[in-house]
């Protein structure tokens, strides 16, 4: 879209002297939200579509926007948390840990959810080597991820099973 800037900016040449200034809009540059919708289905995140677009489009955007565009179209556009499988509330230095990222992972898994061969690989290897140290997943907000022993009979996931009162003094205890 084209048209007249009614209102020049601090530091504008031209403020001030009567002239107009014509500013030009920059084009479309996303693909058919349809497309970032499949992506998305497909469980990647907002920054990895984002990352896609450049390599396929060889324009680069942000997360944000994607999002955004998302959002414009009705998507829901947010992560799902799940919180069976994460049950803490991961502060922002730790989300993206390996094991966190593998959490996830077995959580879309669980779900039905689609991951890629790579993924998939890097899951299988990291479940063989908990199943071989013995060990679960423990968060701590303080020292983030980390492997415990597993508690035959009370750890039979992939996560040290919180105790009700550890799970609520986690959850209050985030910021």
């Known amino acids: 879209m084209v048209g007249p800037s009614d209102h020049p900016t601090e530091g504008d040449p031209d403020r001030g002297t009567g002239r107009t200034r014509w500013w030009r809009m920059p084009g479309k540059v996303l693909p058919p939200t349809q497309e970032l919708q499949t992506l998305r289905e497909q469980g990647l995140t907002c ?20 999002s955004m565009a998302l959002l414009r179209a009705g998507y829901p556009a947010k992560t799902p948390r799940y919180a069976a499988e994460i049950p803490w509330r991961v502060r922002p230095e730790h989300n993206n840990d390996h094991d966190v990222y593998m959490l996830r992972v077995a959580a879309r898994v669980k779900h039905g959810k689609r991951v890629s061969a790579e ?5 299988d290897a990291w479940r063989r ?12 907000r303080d020292h983030g991820f980390m492997w415990v022993p597993r508690r035959p009979g009370v750890d ?17 205890a985030a910021p």
């Open 156 to 172: 039979t996931g992939l996560i040290r099973e919180p105790q009700r009162a550890e799970r609520s003094t986690e959850t209050a």
């Open 47 to 66: 920054e990895q579509i984002a990352d896609e677009v450049a390599r396929k489009y060889h324009v680069r955007v942000t997360g944000t926007a994607i």
């Open 129 to 140: 080597q908990l199943d071989d140290q013995q060990a679960v997943v423990h968060y701590h």
């Open 119 to 123: 993924e998939r690989r890097m899951l």
